[in-house]
């Protein structure tokens, strides 16, 4: 790897910048705020199984009962062993493919730097670049969103007559967020994402709970489990279904994350998917199977809308709905300042200057400026679109599926280039073609969904 310079050797050191080739020509390294100020390498495998858990395991696994109300039992259990096995393998090669680049020299801490690397500049910079930028921000908007309508929730309940409107808690979740978004590094955002993941647990088993008891008590609905006797219906759910659950496993961010990791990183991020993966499996199988235990093909979008019966009047105590909407609402918080990182590392790289302090006034400055102004755009959108669910359900089946189920086994593929008659190599081929059908599938399900429900669109609905 070639000098970088003088100028802040401690925080370049551990900044551990990467090396871009083409053709096979190594090119100078530059002075890269983004590096040094956002993706700094000086984590654990502890901590990387923290972002790893906060940005895989979210509210939207609330999500789930819904989707296995249009898969039905086999289906939507078999749907989520397949998620956790296909997305658990991909993020390994992912974490492979970037260990081999760095004992080549050429550390890649973002995910376009891997593609401009390996698949071509192109790749790099006009598919894979705005391809993670969109289901980044994309996340960031639909957090910001899901935390104004659990606010609105908490309000409805303890004054049903009330007037505020939905983009009011939408905007009051974004001033935190504001606040949160100023967190200098992804590093930075350990302790947080510690608490996240505790967060994660309280709210996966509240939700269960509550789930096993209405299923358990005459308040709760009558159970069918009957799938859509509307071909069309039943089958654009599948496919729909299956893009929650895709979604629901999606990271995108697998490069930035193993960025934070302290030299040599060799077999951390293993560790650290192996927590994230224990947490996902209590989580996802409990609150999957429990809410569509309990509530059949009536889950809602939401689990968390189910406990409340037709009239409003809740099912659990009112007491217990809030707390899951409390522990809902921080962790929402937490899991957007994560998908805000690859935003601030672009942000940083263009308005930082690498060789001035991280906290003098010429860097934090633009840094409070840009940082808000992203904030304050991804919360505008989601309160003028509160029907951001639909639009969501598309990024996640054009971003997330070619992402984190295609891109890995093709990046493996050509990096280490195994035998075409080796099992990895039809493996990995053959996960990349069903996925790639999956995608076009589950995204043209996303824009029939867009269709039925455009008649009810309305800007700033108080839905």
Known sequence: MGTIGAVHEKTIKEAQPFSTTTNHHKQPLELDAGALFVLKSKGSWWHSGYHLTTSIVAPPLLSLPFAFASLGWTAG???????????????????????????????????????????????????????????????????????????????????????MKLYEFVITFGVLM??????????????INLISLLLCLLYSSSATAASIYIGTSSKGPHKDYSLSSNDETRIFGIFNAMAIVA???????????????????????????????????????????????????????????????????????????????????????????????????VLEKTFADPTSGEFSARNVVPRVI??????????TIAAMLPFFGDINAMIGAFGFLPLDFVLPMVLFNLTFKPSKRSPVFWLNSSIAVVFSAVSVTAAVAAVRQISL???????????
């Not at 840009?370 to 919360?379: K, N």
Request: net charge positive.
């Open 77 to 163: 259990v078999l749907s989520l062993v397949i998620g956790a096995i296909v997305t658990f393998y991909s993020y390994n090669l992912i974490s492979l493919v970037l260990e081999h680049h760095a004992e080549l020299g050429h550390r890649h801490i973002r995910f376009r730097d891997m593609a401009y690397d390996i698949l071509g500049p192109r790749w790099g910079k006009y598919y894979v670049g705005p391809i993670q930028f969109m289901v980044c921000y994309g996340a960031v908007v639909g957090n910001i969103l899901l935390g104004g309508q659990c606010l609105k929730a908490i309000y409805v309940l303890w004054n049903p007559n009330g007037t």
């Open 178 to 191: 504001l606040i949160l978004a100023q967190v200098p590094s992804f590093h930075s955002l350990r302790h």
């Open 247 to 345: 979604t629901t496993f999606g990271n995108g961010i697998i490069p930035e994350i193993q960025a934070t990791l302290a030299p040599p990183v060799k077999g951390k991020m293993f560790k650290g998917l192996c927590v994230c993966y224990a947490v996902v499996t209590v989580t996802f199988f409990s609150v999957g199977i429990s809410g569509y235990w309990a509530f059949g093909n009536e889950a809602a979008g939401l689990i968390l809308s189910n406990f409340l019966d037709h009239d409003g009047n809740p099912l659990v105590p009112r007491w217990f709905i809030v707390m899951i909407n409390i522990f809902t609402i921080l962790q929402l918080s937490a899991v957007a300042v994560v998908y805000l990182q690859p935003t601030n590392e």
């Open 370 to 379: 840009s940082r808000s102004i992203s904030v304050i755009l991804a919360t």
């Open 453 to 463: 429900d455009a008649k009810t669109y309305k800007l700033f609905a108080n839905v």
